[in-house]
C-alpha cells in the first residue's frame, strides 16, 4: 500500500504516511506467526482493510494506529493458526515453513524478477531460522502468539493479553512454556563461519555424488524433510539416519540432469539452491550442530517459492 503525489497533488497526508508505514512490522509478525509470507501478506491486506471499514471518526479516535494495526493483525493471525491445525491434515506430505533468501537476493512471483518492495522484506535475525520456525509449529497458538510478541517484538504482557484474550498472568504463562519448548530443542550454537563450511562442503560432496563424504557430513541421527505440498514431487515422510539421507540425496543427483547447486542465504542461514535448467526447484535450509548437519529442510512446493523465482520445474524429491 503505497501512495504518490505530484507537486499539483499537496503533500502526502501524514496521518496515512503513518499507517503505511506500519507494513514492515505487520508482515514481519505475521510470517513468524504463520511462518507463511504468502498468509501474512493476506493478514495486512485485512488488517489495513479493517481500518478503512471505519469512518474517519472512528480512526481519529485511535490514540495509536500502529498499536491497533498491531492488535487486529495478532488476532486474526491465532485464528489463522487455530485452523491450520485442519488444513495441514489436508496438505499433502510434510509442511515446512516458507523459506526466504538474503534481503540482496530477494525476487518477487512477477515475470521478469522484479525486485520486491524494500517495505514488504521479513527482516532476517535468529526468530526467522528454520530451525526456530519449526520449533514454533509444535506451540499452541496462543503460546506462539505470546511468545512472538513478547520475547521477539517486546510488547508487554498487558498488550499481549488484549490479543490473546487471556490475562496478562496467563499470556505470561504461555511465553515460560514457549521458552521451555525452546530450550528443550536448542542445540549448541554452531559458530556462523563454521556452519558456512559445513554447508559448503555438504554441497560439494553432494555434487560429487560422494556417498562417503556425504556420511561424514551428516551426523548419524540425521533427517531430512521434504515439503511439495502436492504441487511438486517430494518425498512424503521424512528420511532418517545420515547413511539413509546420504544416499537418497545422492540418488536425486543421479537422476535430475542440468541440476546445480548454489550456496545460498536461507532465513539467515547457510543453505542451498537447486536449480533445473536454471530455475529454482528446491530451496533447503540446514540445522548444523557442531561439525555436522542434523536437520534438512527442503522446500519443493512452488507456492513457497515465490520469493526465489517466477517459475517452477526439477527433478523428481
Not at 124 to 133: P, R
Not at 250 to 268: D, P, Q
Request: hydrophobic share 45%.
Amino acid at each position: 500500500m503505497s501512495t504518490q503525489s505530484g507537486p499539483a497533488d499537496g503533500p502526502i497526508d501524514p496521518g496515512l504516511s503513518a499507517i503505511t508505514s506500519e507494513r514492515r512490522q505487520l508482515i514481519n509478525l505475521g510470517y513468524r506467526l504463520l511462518g507463511s509470507l504468502a498468509d501474512a501478506e493476506d493478514v495486512v491486506q485485512e488488517t489495513y482493510a479493517r481500518w478503512y471499514a471505519m469512518s474517519p471518526a472512528q480512526r481519529d479516535a485511535i490514540d495509536s494506529p500502529g498499536a491497533w494495526l498491531t492488535k487486529v493483525a495478532g488476532r486474526i493471525c491465532l485464528d489463522l493458526l487455530r485452523s491450520a491445525r485442519v488444513r495441514r491434515e489436508r496438505y499433502v506430505g510434510e509442511w515446512i515453513p516458507e523459506p526466504l533468501p538474503d534481503r540482496t537476493e530477494w525476487i518477487s512471483g512477477r515475470p521478469g524478477g522484479t525486485v520486491v518492495d524494500p517495505a514488504d522484506r521479513v527482516t532476517l535475525d535468529e526468530s526467522v531460522n528454520m530451525a526456530f520456525l519449526v520449533v514454533l509449529e509444535a506451540m499452541t497458538p496462543a503460546e506462539r502468539v505470546a511468545f512472538i510478541l513478547h520475547d521477539v517484538f517486546r510488547y508487554p504482557f498487558a498488550e499481549v493479553a488484549e490479543i490473546v484474550g487471556r490475562t496478562p498472568a496467563a499470556c505470561r504463562q504461555l511465553a515460560t512454556s514457549a521458552r521451555r519448548r525452546m530450550r528443550a530443542s536448542h542445540a549448541p550454537v554452531t559458530p556462523a563461519a563454521r556452519r558456512a563450511d559445513v554447508v559448503r562442503d555438504f554441497k560439494r560432496a553432494w555434487e560429487a555424488q560422494d556417498i562417503d563424504a556425504l556420511i561424514g557430513l551428516l551426523d548419524p541421527d540425521a533427517t531430512a524433510i521434504a515439503d511439495g505440498g502436492g504441487l511438486a514431487q517430494a518425498a512424503l515422510h521424512p528420511v532418517d539416519g545420515g547413511e539413509q539421507v546420504a544416499r537418497y540425496l545422492v540418488g536425486l543427483s543421479a537422476r535430475a540432469v542440468g541440476m546445480t547447486l548454489l550456496e545460498r542465504t536461507v532465513n539467515g542461514q547457510p543453505g542451498v539452491v537447486v536449480q533445473q535448467d536454471g530455475v529454482t526447484a528446491a530451496v533447503l535450509a540446514f540445522d548444523v550442530v557442531g561439525d555436522r548437519v542434523h536437520r534438512i529442510w527442503a522446500v519443493r512446493n512452488p507456492e513457497k517459492l515465490r520469493p526465489w523465482t517466477a517459475q517452477d520445474s526439477g527433478p523428481t524429491w
